[in-house]
């Protein structure tokens, strides 16, 4: 009897405390792949001229293809070279796609415009920077004025830049 009770016991306990190994594994936090403080993040393509991003903190992870920039300002040489900051800048690797959210700014002295937005994203693959549909962004344009608006678009490849809604301002020709 004795053993008996030993072993229903033994058998309880071990019922309560083991979980099958996948259940483990999903418990273990996933780690990115690296983290880096103070650092410089090169962005290129071969479409564009290097940007050269420093930032407080990078964390790359590989596994999600994603790099995070935290507290970022970046510049790009050349003669249309832009230079920026955000407060969180998020590149997916693999499509070197990119979303800028917290206090953006994108200047490109040689085109003579800047714009200002909570959070803009640029598609790769079609060349285009756009806000969400009603993400307000302000644009300036050296001289000939400032527009603010919602949906913005510039297509990059057609130097074309558009607003779904325009809230204030108009540009001189």
Known sequence: MRYTFLLLASLIL?????????ELQAAEPE?????????TYRFSTRNIVPILVKAA????????????LERASFTQQ???????????????????????AGN?????????FAISAETISWNNGQ?????????????TFDGSGTITGSGF?????RDSYEFARIDQGEVQN
Request: glycine share 10%; net charge negative; aromatic share 0%.
């Open 57 to 68: 903190r990078i964390t790359i992870d590989d596994r999600q293809h994603l790099a995070v």
């Open 104 to 112: 953006v700014h994108i200047a490109q002295p040689s085109g003579g």
């Open 127 to 139: 060349q285009v920077l756009s806000s969400a549909p009603d993400g307000v962004v302000e644009v």
């Open 153 to 157: 678009r510039g297509d990059l490849s």
């Open 31 to 39: 780690l990115p792949t690296m983290v880096l403080e103070e650092a």
């Open 78 to 100: 050349g003669d249309g070279g832009i230079r920026g900051s955000s407060d969180l800048v998020t590149i997916d690797t693999q499509t070197n796609d990119v979303t800028l």
């Open 14 to 22: 071990l019922s309560c405390t083991s979980r099958p190994p996948e």
